[in-house]
């Protein structure tokens, strides 16, 4: 069983930083992909960065140049580093996990909650 256990959210003000890290544990390939994803109210979950083992990464156009998705794969853990962070960022972020090598099962973390307000 793959668990996704997130940490590292919080409250912070406008153009502050926040770093968030998701460890995974249990049986899971070399061949994965790992990524954080975010649900505000009324709105929908979305991809917000993404990364491979090989490190290969994708951000979505409204996070670009603010944050920073990076992993440890001795660790199994990924983590996601926001710079000037606006109210728009706030929101419930969520870890992400597709095991390519596994028949492509995904698992998700339970989430952690990101407030930017002053």
């Known amino acids: 069983q793959v668990q996704l256990v997130e940490s590292g959210g919080g409250l912070v003000q406008p153009g502050g930083s926040l770093r968030l890290s998701c460890a995974a544990s249990g049986s899971i390939s070399s061949f994965n992909t790992m990524a954080w994803y975010r649900q505000a109210p009324g709105k929908q979950r979305e991809l917000v960065a993404r990364?491979?083992?090989?490190?290969?990464?994708n951000y979505v156009d409204s996070v670009k140049g603010r944050f920073s998705i990076s992993r440890d794969n001795t660790k199994n853990t990924v983590y996601l580093q926001m710079n000037s962070l606006k109210p728009e960022d706030t929101a419930v972020y969520y870890c992400?996990?597709?095991?390519?090598?596994?028949?492509?099962?995904?698992?998700w973390g339970q989430g952690t909650q990101v407030t930017v307000s002053s």
């Open positions: 990364i491979t083992t090989g490190g290969s990464t």
């Open positions: 992400y996990l597709i095991d390519y090598a596994s028949r492509f099962r995904d698992y």
